[in-house]
């Protein structure tokens, strides 16, 4: 499908060079002589991408950027200004814009903005529309991703919310294990109950017994009075286990039992009491090495995990980066806030050790310490804009290792995106032939943006 661009503009001579071009392109394009005139098309016509003129007559390309934003923020507008109005373009970004063109402008950086521009708009589609996917029953703001990797795991959920079925999630900390629970809970039959949650590697091994399954008045000091443990409160519900490959050896056959037989006996009681509980696991732990040195059953781990989910780490789905970032902007600050693509570029490269947890309080960061709305590259902090020294590595590989083609195919995807997908460009870029580059496109399914 092409993509629709809209061009407001009330200079015709520069308005039909640009229909022109864009067409070339394979872009479908409308425009319009003055700002009013293209706003009223921009129900009808929808498009990706508005590029607009900042000095017309009538209203000018600030008052249509800000009309624009008023009916969807997610709207993506690009300014054109006259040459050494800087003053202007920053005003621009500020109200919203994406990004600005000044006249007159080179026709090969005029395509690549429009490129970055509606890969940006493309993004935030594919969200949104992933999002709806899931379901209409809850609202999944913050589960973001548009990348394969978490086209994945939001398929998964889809299909086993609104069962019975036990889901062990894995992944290193901070890449939103407990969210997904919570999308699991919240897209069930079971939503309306209560969804609870209890970290197994928090609690005092001496409590954590009574925690999961509670305890009776007097069984043991300090027990004065009976207490419901976290199955028991979760009952009709969803109990998410977080952290569950450091529960204690000796509670395991105990949970064990709970799960096979869906009842409890408290700490100190000799009476069952059944329950009804959907059991959500998460641990940050390479299980399969914990099973094998004994300090997790096997058995209670395929009770556990008859549906796996694997959360990727933050440096495998770095096309999602751009998306977090303005989503967290977003989340922790009312005003309009815009990154320079040279931020964007530097925490899509950092390998994020933290995750999504890491890149969320770095963006809160950067809005605490900002000077403007505009956050520049000088506002990171320093280990975002080291310079690679000489022998140091250019690439940050995870300790227990990565898979060579993986890499090779990010590469060449970096590469096509740098280049603005150009193949030529690309290849001189990789420093190999460009038919080089071509099998390797063909080899890894990378999928090429439709002109």
């Not at 050494?84 to 402008?105: H, N, Q, S």
């Not at 975002?384 to 990010?410: T, W």
């Amino acid at each position: 499908m092409k993509a629709k661009i809209l061009v407001i503009d009330d200079d015709t001579s520069l308005r039909r060079v640009l229909e022109y071009n864009l067409e070339e392109e394979g872009y479908e394009v409308q425009t319009a002589s003055s700002g009013e005139k293209g706003l009223s098309l921009l129900e009808s016509f929808q498009p990706n991408l508005v590029i607009t003129d900042m000095k017309m007559s009538g209203m000018d390309g600030l008052m249509v950027l800000k009309a624009i934003k008023e009916q969807s923020m997610d709207r993506v507008v690009i300014i054109i200004t006259a040459f050494g109005t800087v003053d202007v373009a920053v005003e621009a970004m500020k109200a919203g814009a994406y990004d600005y063109i000044t006249k007159p402008f080179n026709r090969d950086a005029l395509k690549l903005t429009i490129r970055k521009a509606l890969q940006f708009s493309g993004l935030t589609d594919e969200n949104r529309r992933l999002k709806s996917e899931l379901s209409d029953k809850a609202d999944f703001r913050t589960i973001i991703g548009s990348s394969r990797e978490m086209e994945k795991v939001f398929e998964v959920i889809r299909k086993v919310a609104d069962t019975d079925a036990p889901v062990f999630i894995t992944g290193e900390s901070g890449t939103g294990k407990e969210l997904v629970a919570r999308a699991l809970h919240a897209n069930s039959s079971r939503r309306s109950a209560p969804f609870v949650t209890i970290n197994c590697s928090a609690i005092p091994r001496d409590l954590l017994e009574s925690e999961l399954f509670g305890h009776t008045k007097g069984a043991f000091t300090g027990a004065i009075k009976e207490k419901q443990g976290k199955f028991q409160l979760a009952d009709g519900g969803t109990l998410f286990l977080d952290e569950i490959g450091d529960l204690l050896l000796e509670l395991q056959p105990k949970l064990l039992r709970a799960l096979q037989e869906k009842e409890v006996e408290p700490v100190g009681g000799t009476i069952v009491q059944k329950v009804d509980v959907r059991i959500v696991s998460a641990t940050n732990l390479h299980i399969d090495k914990a099973i094998a040195t004994g300090t997790f059953r096997e058995d209670l781990y395929y009770r556990l995990s008859v549906i796996p989910i694997h959360l990727p780490p933050l440096r495998e789905r770095q096309q999602d980066i751009p998306l977090l970032v303005r989503y967290f902007a977003a989340k922790h600050c009312s005003d309009t806030i815009t990154f320079e693509q040279g931020v964007i570029d530097s925490l899509t490269r950092y390998p994020w050790p933290g995750n999504v947890r890491e890149l969320e309080n770095t963006v809160e960061r950067l809005l605490i310490m900002r000077n403007s709305n505009t956050i520049s590259y000088n506002d990171l902090p320093d280990k975002f804009r080291v310079p690679q020294k000489e022998g140091r590595a250019i690439i940050n590989l995870p300790d227990e290792g990565y898979s060579l083609e993986q890499l090779e195919r990010e590469i060449v995807v970096d590469a096509l995106v740098r280049n603005g997908w150009n193949q030529t460009a690309s290849a001189r870029f990789l420093r190999i032939p460009r038919h080089t580059l071509l099998y390797r496109i063909e080899k890894y399914g990378i999928e090429l943006p439709e002109k």
